[in-house]
């Protein structure tokens, strides 16, 4: 089955202390993303990922970090969490980043409180 | 990536009415795809729209393309309370933009 799982689906942590959000895919697809979702602001890119060993920002990349070692795997970093990274975070995959690809499958998403 | 404005961004129907919402874009688009995202749950692909007044049918959802390209809509006719949710309308990324998805609109159902 075609699937982007990411984990944990839930984390309550404290303000410093460092977490990894992992996100892997089984499609072999090339490209991967990281998106947070607060109420009001919708859906926005954090980091993506053309390739392995190709990451760039997003439109929302401070406080985070990402890599790409293998293809399946896109692990979203937080070095220092804050209080205003509390939100719902998704992770994607598509064949293609642009109007080649036919769709974007998403995680089931992680909801991150920092206290 | 390329921007799109989507409306409205909030509706609340009774059960049974019909809902649309609307995506319109200054330029002309390549393609649009549309996502659908349940309360709790995360996006999931409805659909692409490829060819200038494209019109597709998914059971009571109608999407269209407009001629020109740059705008494009879904209705829900008769809608029921599994329609709940959030309905993104989303333009090709710009090479490795990436998809840009936006508020949305939100459809809130009242029984």
């Known amino acids: 089955e075609a699937q982007v799982t990411q984990n944990p689906r839930y984390l309550i942590t404290v303000t410093g202390k460092k977490l990894t959000v992992t996100c892997s895919q089984n499609?072999?697809?090339?490209?991967m993303s990281w998106y947070r979702q607060d109420p009001g602001l919708g859906l926005r890119q954090i980091y993506y990922?053309?390739?392995?060993?190709?990451?760039d920002k997003g439109d929302v990349p401070e406080g985070y970090k990402v890599s790409r070692k293998e293809k399946r795997n896109f692990p979203l970093i937080l070095e220092s969490p804050s209080p205003n990274q509390t939100s719902l975070y998704f992770c994607?995959?598509?064949?293609?980043?642009?109007?080649?690809?036919?769709?974007?499958?998403f995680g089931q998403g992680t909801r991150l409180t920092v206290v | 990536g390329q921007q799109v404005m989507q409306i409205p961004q909030y509706q609340h129907v009774q059960e049974g009415e019909d809902f649309t919402t609307y995506c319109n874009s200054s330029t002309t688009l390549s393609n649009i795809q549309w996502y659908k995202q349940r309360p709790g749950g995360h996006p999931v692909f409805l659909i692409q729209?490829?060819?200038?007044?494209e019109v597709k049918k998914q059971k009571r959802l109608t999407f269209q393309f407009g001629e020109a390209k740059k705008n494009s809509s879904l209705h829900i006719t008769a809608t029921q309370t599994t329609d709940v949710g959030t309905y993104f309308c989303?333009?090709?990324?710009?090479?490795?933009?990436?998809?840009?998805f936006g508020k949305g609109t939100h459809l809130i159902i009242q029984p």
């Open positions: 990922s053309m390739n392995v060993e190709v990451t």
């Open positions: 994607a995959s598509s064949l293609f980043p642009d109007s080649r690809s036919t769709e974007a499958f």
């Open positions: 989303v333009p090709p990324g710009g090479g490795a933009d990436g998809l840009t």
């Open positions: 729209l490829v060819k200038s007044g």
């Open positions: 499609m072999n697809h090339e490209y």
